[in-house]
């Protein structure tokens, strides 16, 4: 019981500080004056949200053409590696045909042999495509091919950079208007609801002001 009375002491004790304080911080202003305030932060706050809404959406549409970069730089990513897959392919390809015809031109520098061995009858030539010569062929292909899978991976390299250079440019943009939106538009706003509610509080004890003057 004790406990209660003590505890509405100090609750009543506090009201009592609180009024003074609030008497005492706007003494040297009218209930009038209280008011045109009150209005005129009003119309600072619709501003400030205003501002601050448009802030928060123009991140948001950054956000999103950042987030689009993104997958059009993997996809360059995932284009340069399929390209320098065929490319290896063709290399390959083209070194072993070089093999082919590298073994070839040595073979005809050995002595051609005419007559049988064993029977010393002539061996009769077979009329049939040289493999050095399919070969040729083969890298007469190939090498075009070559050459327009590098200008593609050039053209793919040159895409990916646009998209780098332009998705750095809008994280730096949206990082400032972030930067903006956390130490300046939110704390603006942050300070002009606290004025808001002095300046209210301020009015309801003017009120209260006036109840108690009209008891005495």
Known sequence: KEAQIEYMSDFLIDIETDYKKKKEEFADLS????????????????????GLSKAIEQSRTLATEIHKLDMQISECVMMQNRYQTLKSQYSSDIQRLTFIVEG??????????????????????QE???????????????????????????DVDAEEKQ?????????????????????????????LRDSLVKYTQAIEARKE????????
């Open 31 to 50: 209930r009038v004056d209280l008011q045109r305030r009150i209005e005129s932060i009003l119309s600072e706050m619709d501003s400030a949200e205003s």
């Open 209 to 216: 002001e006036a109840v108690y003057s009209r008891l005495d």
């Open 163 to 191: 998209f780098v250079s332009e998705r750095d440019r809008l994280n730096e943009s949206r990082k400032t208007l972030e930067d903006k939106i956390n130490s300046e538009m939110q704390p603006k706003l942050d300070e």
């Open 104 to 125: 070839e031109v040595h073979k005809a520098g050995l002595p051609k042999i005419t007559k049988c061995p064993f029977c010393d009858g002539e061996i009769k030539k």
């Open 128 to 154: 049939e495509q040289s493999c050095a010569e399919a070969a040729k062929k083969e890298i007469k292909r190939l090498l075009p091919q070559i050459q327009d899978l590098e200008d593609a991976i050039m």
